[in-house]
C-alpha cells in the first residue's frame, strides 16, 4: 500500500480493527445462510503527508449505487443543514442569478432549502434510490459519480458554480486527487468551495473507531485536507469546528489564484491540531489502547447485563454501529435486535453479527431494560425522542465517547474513563 494522496510508502499502522463485511451491506433473511464477504479494516498514517486512510479495497460503486443511509431521517441534521443553507445565502450573497452545486446530495436534505430561497442549484448524487427521493421532493438532481468529465458535463450544461458544497464526501472516495480536481472544474474563478468532514482529531483523541469503515477511505486533520486541496489548485480560505459526526471541520476553499489569506479560524485549528500532537506520527499511536478499553468496557457491560437478565435491545443501524458491533463481537445473544427509523432496513439484518432491524415500534411495545444507542453522535436529538423509554424504568445507554446512561446534563459514566 502507497499513500494515495502523495505515493509514499512511509505508512505507519495506527490501529488495526480486523476483517469486517462492508457497514451499508444489510443482509436479507434469505442472504443470512450464503457467504459473506469481509475486507480488511486497518488504519494507517503517512508520515509523509499526515493523511490517515485505511486500503481502498472496495470501489464507491461497489457501495453507492443503492444505499441504504437517507439523510432526512435524521431531524438534527436536517436542521443543521437549513441553518448552513440560511447563514450561507447570506454570507455570500447568493440569489436567483447564482448557482450552487451538492456533490453526493443524498435524498435532498440540504438542496430543498436552497431550493426554498430560490437560488438555482443542481444534486449530483450517485445512489439511484436516494437520488430518486431527491427529485420526488422537489430538488433538480443528476445521478452520477463525480469526476472530471461528470464536472465538465454539468458546467457546459449549467455554468460554473457560485457555491459548490461536499459535505460527508470528501472522506468517501479513493481517488483524492481526481475527485478534487473535479470540484475545482465546477467550480466559478470567484467562487466558493465548501465542505464538512469528520475531525481526524475527535478520531485520535476520544477513541471514535466506529467512524472508520470501508466507504471512508481517508480521514482528515485540516493539515491534511488543506494539502488535498492545494494539489488541485484550491486553497483553503477559512476552517470552523462544528458539532456534527461527533465533532467535524468546516472547510472554505476558494482557487488559489485569488490569492486570499486564510483567516485566523484556519490557524487556530492548525495549532489546536499540533498541540494534541497529530503533526507527527506519535500522535496518533495511542488510539489503539483507547479504542480497546472502550471495547472491553462495553463487554462488560452487555455481559453484566445478561447475567441479569436484562433485555437489552439497539436503536439505530448506521454504519458506525456495524463497525462497533464487529469489532466488539456482539450478536444477538448480547443485542436481541435493533431498530430504525428507515424503512429500508427493516427485515434486515445488520452485516457480520445478522442481528434484526425492527421498527422502531417494537422498543414501546417490548419495553426492554437497556436500549443501546449506535448513533451516540445524536445524543441531544435521540435522548429527546427516546424519553418514553424511562417510563418503565428503561436506561439508554450510548457507547461513545465514554460508556454512559442519558439521564441528565452530567451522564452517568458507567465505566472508567479511557485512557
Known sequence: M?????????LV??????????????????????????????????????????????????????????????????QHAKAYVGDTVARLGL????????????????????????????????????????????????????????????VAEHGAADLVVANNVYA???????????????LADDGWLSIEVHHALNLVALGQFD????????????????????????????AELVATHGGSIRLWARPEELGAE????????????????????????????????????????????RAENKRVVGYGAPGKGNTLLNYCGIRSDLLE????????????????TR????????IAEDRPDVVLVLPWNLEAELTNQLSYVADWGGQLVYPLPTLHTAVSRQPEVLGSQPR
Not at 435486535?337 to 457480520?352: A, I, S
Not at 442481528?355 to 417494537?362: G, N, V
Open 172 to 186: 468517501h472516495v479513493p481517488d483524492i486527487i481526481g475527485f478534487s480536481r473535479a470540484l475545482r472544474t465546477l
Open 95 to 154: 440569489g436567483a442569478d447564482s448557482f450552487v452545486v451538492e456533490v453526493a446530495s443524498n435524498d435532498g436534505y440540504l438542496l430543498q432549502h436552497v431550493v426554498d430561497a430560490g437560488v438555482p442549484c443542481l444534486g449530483i448524487e450517485p445512489s439511484v434510490n436516494v437520488g430518486a427521493a431527491a427529485r420526488d421532493r422537489g430538488v433538480p438532481t443528476t445521478t452520477a459519480f463525480l469526476d472530471p468529465d461528470v464536472a465538465r458535463a454539468v
Open 355 to 362: 442481528i434484526p432491524i425492527r421498527d422502531p415500534a417494537a
Open 262 to 305: 486564510p483567516s485566523s479560524r484556519f490557524f487556530d485549528i492548525l495549532r489546536m491540531e499540533e498541540s494534541a500532537g497529530l503533526h507527527d506520527v506519535e500522535g496518533y499511536l495511542g488510539l489503539r489502547a483507547r479504542t480497546e478499553t472502550l471495547r472491553h468496557e462495553l463487554l462488560r457491560f452487555l455481559l453484566d447485563c
Open 2 to 10: 502507497r499513500c494515495r494522496l502523495c505515493d509514499s510508502d512511509r
Open 337 to 352: 435486535y435493533t431498530v430504525d427509523r428507515n424503512p429500508y432496513k427493516h427485515g434486515r439484518f445488520t452485516p457480520g
Open 13 to 78: 499502522s495506527v490501529i488495526d480493527l480486523g476483517a469486517t463485511p462492508p457497514c451499508e451491506r444489510f443482509l436479507s433473511a434469505d442472504q443470512l445462510d450464503l457467504p459473506e464477504p469481509t475486507f480488511p479494516l486497518h488504519l494507517r498514517l503517512c508520515a509523509n503527508c499526515m493523511l490517515l486512510q485505511i486500503p481502498a479495497l472496495i470501489t464507491p460503486e461497489d457501495t453507492f449505487t443503492e444505499y441504504a443511509y437517507f439523510s432526512s431521517f435524521s431531524d438534527s441534521w436536517v
Open 211 to 238: 467512524t472508520i469503515y470501508h466507504e471512508h477511505f481517508q480521514y482528515y486533520t485540516v493539515l491534511a485536507a488543506t494539502r488535498a486541496l492545494a494539489g488541485a489548485g484550491l486553497a483553503v480560505v477559512d
